[in-house]
């Protein structure tokens, strides 16, 4: 390629990505359970230079991944749309998307996807599904194979990354069998084995715990060095920081800002939040707790409920076939009544427990039980419970009463929303979702309905009752799965990982639902990785390492600061 | 080392050059590309919306708006492509219909997830083929289990090749698993043929013809039986053999006289259509109103 | 440190190339299930009923290999020895049983070793080599790595059924297989998009001749393993034609 001569070809060349006048809009059934598929993007204009790492932030459904996707080349070649500006039903809206969009030269709605491989790479949000591979190191050799590079070539290649990324242990091994940390570094190494000029990671951290979020901080720099341009949308902000030198935020389909770093985090935690953003970094959450009086999410029910009984947990002992003991805590008591919050390395056996408690996993042996003071009222002549002695009007039974429950029962106890929450809905609507749950309880039509309804407008779900389940957002269908979970009438909630890739007002949502659910006297348990959601709605913790039951602590201001410590440390190492 | 790697990989892709030194000549050529797109494009919508009144009528037809999607899929990404390569002058005709018809990678992918979901459901249920006396009932579950995914995969790739492709897939996992389906792939590969036709001949929009279409597909199942009928004897050993002794083979033999044959053959095609219609019925019931079909 | 990154394969030290592996594959599902007994098939059904197993010793997955020959063992044992003891419905059901398992035992575990040690892109490689197209290559490739996806969902589903109370859906055959089925397959549809966004742009179906770090190829052990294969067929065309 010749030299540019004159200062606009020079300055051209810089240039490694170019958007001008850009519209577009997906159509309907072109996307799956996406929260952008409604947006779109509108006006869009943007120029970055060779060697810039931008961060691209917003609300979920702002366009950020769909700003990815134009700069990859997936829109237009795999997602199909219309222009915005012909959202007519007009036949001549035939003009999928509007404007000029060039990266590095290409002009991308002429230029094949797989001739786009050797200039953009692609990390995406979910390391199970990136691979297409069984073994990492095909994996890592996959691009080059597919553009026909000789295979001496691909052989050096796959050892100067492995090098470079410190993963030579992890070459030659089964990529089914890896940690989602592990999993996204190969994905991140697959896409560098093609030695792309521009890296383009969409929302990459979501499924990751601190100890790679930080690997893979540490891998962005690693590109910046290297002179690449690198573009991530995303939405956990803290690890980008010192990292990305520009950022775009942008809403409902348009870029509204674009600050440098430094500008961006001075705009102050109230413009922050009304962007729908994450903190900037655990030394803003800190400061936030140091200087608001500390919100603490107890209701006055449920410190009375805290009170009254408590869960103890006998021989919670297990271990996955193949493998050393995953979760070993002989015995252990936790408030009934509490939101609970486990925290811990990926790997310390989070979801074992998690799975455990809720009864799933089966030849586990461990036991719940619910013991505390009985509270009822005994009418009089009748017994309120079969231990009780004390007799007369306005007696208080205070016997002690004790009930154990084995796997099967802690199924009928126990109600789990899962991670990925497509796995839990089955019906055809939204309310028929909610009447399954409820059908098993043998209870008339009418009254079913009502509570039925009562559901639905306390989530704010009553206007989708008749959509399909899988065709609602992330976030509607956890307040699905929520509503579900409220039909079922069961004790105990687990939330496992409620807030990956979840914006803050979503956050905040959550901690809303979670906070409510609290307050009808269920007890609550949230698997997490997510520090501003603990510190919105818990109110204990219980803190795991390799199996063991660490700490547990109730979350007052010692316990808000020890969380932060947690974080702080998990992100260091 | 880097840059000479670069320079290989790079002269792969520009091999197939769109890259454009010039801006201006590229949005003078896309221009005209959009030109041409338009006239095609009002073409294939007016002829498709004719249809769709059509099958609106007859309440059997896709969704119009999975045509219009997939037309737009047509006009724009292969043309766009296909101009790359072609002159831009007139006779776009040829054009669109080669690029139409080309299965790309993205459905290639699609093909191999739904044949993996066919083999999962479908091996489910052909556990009871292994009591012996039940393997009659193979023609009837087996294309009664598959509607759904071969519905699904119908509806998202409408081009020639994928039934064929699914079937020429079922046939080799077949052989591979248990030599006595081995007669599944020859028969496969004929009735697949006649199933791309049925399906082509409705111009991919017809539900009707794809339900007859799965049911020719499915007799391919019959390949199963076909050693019991054809190498008679030789089946016969080979069930004495197996341990299941003389008078089990004389009366499994008894079970599956020689007029059975077309009778399993039309049980393979009636129970085809009927799993085409349950996959359909659960395709509207579910996908389309998720808004993945 | 070549030797290192292909750990996956080179840890048995013997590789065979994928078109042998899957040669052996068709001729022991073809020549076991449907041959007999009698003349050369007395060789030959041992012979190839103990190629896969010797085959995962030499690839070093001597746990497997313990495991299959004595389940095979004890299968053969049953069907020559304890069959004669039982009698009435028990005899017919152990009869099926252990027919089954000589029978297609010897299919499965070669086929467990085929796709243990084949990599997507070795196999892909070999389809090259055989001329098939690439239109069958790819999407055979794709089901080979989606069935331990489809199954985990699977898993994962009737996780939640279970914990939902509906995995019998109150007996109606019907709605259960509607709630199995369904959420399957509408997860792998999602996990099928997100595979293919990664392939593609990794350049997949680029129409470039595509390599093969490991670079398949016919050595000494494959000769072997087709020798023996050759001596099978000729058995089983030799039974056929007798009977």
């Excluded at chain 2, 009366?251 to 799993?275: H, K, Q, T």
Aim: neutral net charge; contains cysteine; aromatic residues 8%.
């Amino acid at each position: 390629m010749q030299k540019p001569t004159t200062p606009q070809a020079q300055q051209a060349n810089q240039q490694i990505i170019k958007l001008v006048n850009v519209n577009f809009c997906y159509q309907t059934s072109a996307l799956m359970q996406d929260d952008e598929a409604q947006g779109g993007l509108c006006d869009i204009n943007l120029s970055l230079n060779r060697g810039e790492c931008v961060l691209v932030c917003g609300e979920s459904g702002c366009g950020k991944t769909t700003l990815t996707r134009l700069l990859n080349g997936l829109i237009p070649h795999f997602y199909d749309g219309f222009s915005n500006v012909e959202k007519t039903d007009d036949v001549n809206a035939s003009e999928y998307l509007q404007g000029q969009v060039i990266v590095d030269g290409k002009d991308i709605p002429n230029t094949q996807l797989y001739e786009l491989a050797g200039t953009c790479g692609s990390v995406f949000q979910n390391p199970r599904s990136q691979f297409f591979n069984v073994d990492t190191t095909s994996e890592i050799a996959f691009g080059p194979e597919n553009l026909g590079l000789p295979e001496s070539e691909i052989i050096v290649r796959v050892q100067d990354i492995a090098r470079q990324m410190h993963i030579e242990d992890l070459l030659g091994r089964n990529i089914f069998k890896l940690s989602g940390g592990q999993k996204q570094k190969i994905a991140c190494a697959s896409v560098a084995a093609l030695q792309p000029k521009l890296y383009v990671l969409d929302e990459p951290s979501s499924n990751l715990d601190m100890a790679s979020v930080a690997h893979l901080k540490d891998q962005i720099e690693c590109w910046k060095t290297q002179g690449k341009t690198i573009v991530v949308a995303e939405h956990r902000l803290h690890y980008l920081r010192g990292v990305c030198d520009r950022v775009l935020c942008m809403r409902a389909g348009r870029i509204v800002a674009d600050y440098s770093w430094e500008e961006f985090e001075a705009i102050g935690s109230k413009e922050r939040t009304a962007l729908g953003l994450r903190a900037f970094s655990l030394d803003e959450l800190e400061a936030l707790e140091m200087t608001e009086d500390v919100a603490a999410p107890e209701t006055p029910a449920s410190a009375k409920h805290v009170q009254a009984k408590m869960l103890l947990l006998n021989n919670f002992i297990y271990s996955y076939k193949h493998s050393d003991n995953a979760l070993s805590i002989p015995e252990i008591s936790l408030p009934k009544g509490g939101v609970i919050a486990i925290i811990g390395a990926n790997g310390a056996g989070k979801s074992t427990f998690a799975r455990c408690l809720c009864g799933l996993n089966k030849h586990f042996k461990g036991k719940l039980t619910i013991s505390g003071y009985c509270e009822r009222r005994k009418k009089l002549g009748v017994n309120a419970c079969a231990s009780c002695s004390a007799r007369g009007k306005a007696a208080v039974c205070r016997a002690l009463r004790e009930s154990s429950f084995a796997n099967a029962a802690r199924r009928k106890l126990c109600f789990m929303v899962m991670q990925d929450v497509n796995h839990q809905l089955f019906a055809e609507s939204v309310l028929d979702e909610i009447t399954l749950g409820l059908q098993s309880q043998g209870k008339d039509a009418e009254v079913m309905a009502n509570e039925i309804e009562e559901i639905l407008s306390s989530l704010h779900l009553s206007h989708l009752k008749d959509a399909h389940p899988m065709s609602l957002s992330g976030g509607e269908k956890q307040r699905v799965a929520i509503a579900t979970a409220l039909a079922s009438r069961r004790e105990i909630i687990v939330f496992d990982e409620p807030t990956s890739g979840l914006d803050y007002t979503h956050m905040q949502r959550v901690a809303q639902n979670i906070s409510q659910l609290n307050e009808l006297g269920k007890t609550i348990f949230v698997v997490t990785h997510d520090p501003e959601l603990i510190l919105a709605c818990c109110t204990h913790a219980l803190m795991l390492q390799c199996g063991l039951a660490k700490d547990n602590f109730a979350l007052d201001q010692v316990g808000r600061h020890k969380i932060l410590e947690f974080f702080k440390h998990e992100a260091a190492s | 080392m880097g840059n000479s790697s670069n320079m290989t990989s790079s002269d792969v892709i520009r091999g197939n050059g769109s890259v454009n030194v010039k801006d201006n000549s590229n949005t003078s050529g896309s221009e005209s590309n959009k030109v041409n797109v338009i006239d095609n494009s009002s073409d294939i919508f007016n002829g498709i919306s004719e249809d769709s009144k059509v099958n609106a009528k007859d309440n059997s037809g896709y969704n119009t708006t999975e045509i219009a999607k997939d037309n737009s899929d047509y006009n724009t990404k292969e043309i766009a492509n296909g101009n790359a390569k072609n002159t831009k002058s007139g006779g776009n005709s040829n054009i669109k219909s080669n690029a139409k018809n080309r299965l790309k990678p993205k459905d290639l992918i699609n093909i191999g997830i739904f044949t993996a979901i066919f083999f999962v459901i479908v091996f489910a249920v052909s556990f009871v083929g292994y009591i012996p006396i039940f393997i009659p009932a193979l023609a009837a579950l087996c294309p009664l289990a598959g509607g759904i995914p071969f519905m699904l995969l119908v509806t998202k790739v409408r081009k020639f090749g994928a039934m064929l492709i699914m079937i020429i897939l079922v046939g080799l996992v077949y052989i591979l698993v248990g030599g006595i389906s081995s007669w599944i792939l020859p028969i496969g590969i004929v009735t697949g043929l006649i199933a791309e036709l049925i399906v082509k001949s409705g111009g991919y929009k017809s539900a009707k013809k794809a339900i007859i279409a799965y049911g020719v597909w499915s007799i391919a199942i019959f390949g199963n039986f076909v050693p019991a009928f054809f190498t008679r004897d030789a089946y016969y050993q080979v069930i004495i053999a197996s341990g299941y002794g003389q008078e089990y083979a004389d009366a499994y033999m008894s079970f599956m006289p020689d007029w059975i044959a077309p009778i399993l053959v039309l049980a393979c095609f009636v129970f085809g259509c009927l799993g085409a219609i349950i996959g359909r019925a659960v395709l509207k019931k579910h996908f389309v109103r998720a808004g993945m079909a | 440190m070549t030797k290192e990154i292909f750990s996956e394969n080179s840890e048995g030290g013997l590789r065979l190339d994928p078109r042998t592996k899957l040669l052996m594959l068709v001729v022991i599902s073809v020549v076991l299930t449907t041959g007999g007994y009698g003349q050369m098939m007395t060789l030959a059904r041992p012979l190839l009923a103990v190629m896969p197993i010797v085959l995962l010793a030499c690839s070093r997955r001597y746990s497997a290999a313990v495991i299959c020959s004595l389940t095979f063992a004890l299968a053969y044992f049953a069907e020559i020895f304890l069959l004669q003891f039982v009698g009435g419905l028990l005899n017919f059901i152990l009869l099926a049983c252990v027919g089954i398992l000589v029978r297609f035992m010897p299919c499965i575990v070669m086929a467990y070793f085929l796709v243990s040690t084949t990599t997507v892109s070795d196999f892909m490689a070999a389809m090259r080599k055989m001329h098939v197209s690439e239109k069958i290559a790819i999407p055979l490739s794709v089901m080979f790595r989606f069935f331990p996806t489809v199954r985990d969902e699977y898993a994962a589903i009737g996780d939640a059924m279970r914990m939902r109370g509906i995995s019998f859906a109150g007996g109606k055959p019907l709605k259960m297989l509607e709630y199995r089925v369904v959420p399957m397959m509408m997860c792998s549809l999602k996990i099928g998009e997100e595979l293919s966004c990664a392939a593609l742009t990794r350049g997949l179906g680029a129409p470039i001749k595509r390599t093969n770090i490991n670079n398949i190829g016919f050595h000494a052990q494959d000769y072997v393993s087709i020798l023996l294969c050759a001596i099978s067929i000729v058995a089983y065309v030799q039974w056929v034609l007798v009977s």
